[in-house]
């Protein structure tokens, strides 16, 4: 597993101060997240939803003062959407 580059992002959240902010959002909301759902090899996962939100945000190029907990609280709500969908689908879930 030491392999696997999101097994080194986590592993990065020790040497937090190094890291930009986005980056540090990033695993803020793949802790925080993981935490409620109890399952490491989630993160993968989580790391493209809240990619994929930052993707759609509507950052101006020449803005250097980003809001990075808005990706967060965006990737949040589609997570919800998801399980949502996913327990909708199959209750024993």
Do not use: C, K
Request: no cysteine; proline share 3%.
């Amino acid at each position: 597993m030491s392999g696997d580059p999101f097994y080194a992002l986590g592993s990065a959240m020790r040497s937090d101060e190094s890291r930009s902010a986005p980056q540090r959002e990033l695993l803020q909301f793949i802790s925080a997240v993981d935490d409620l759902i109890v399952r490491s090899s989630n993160t993968h996962f989580l790391t493209e939803i809240w990619l994929d939100e930052l993707a759609q945000m509507d950052f101006t190029s020449s803005s250097t003062d980003r809001n990075w907990r808005l990706v967060s609280l965006a990737a949040s709500e589609r997570l919800i959407q998801l399980l949502v969908q996913s327990q909708l689908r199959d209750p024993r879930i």
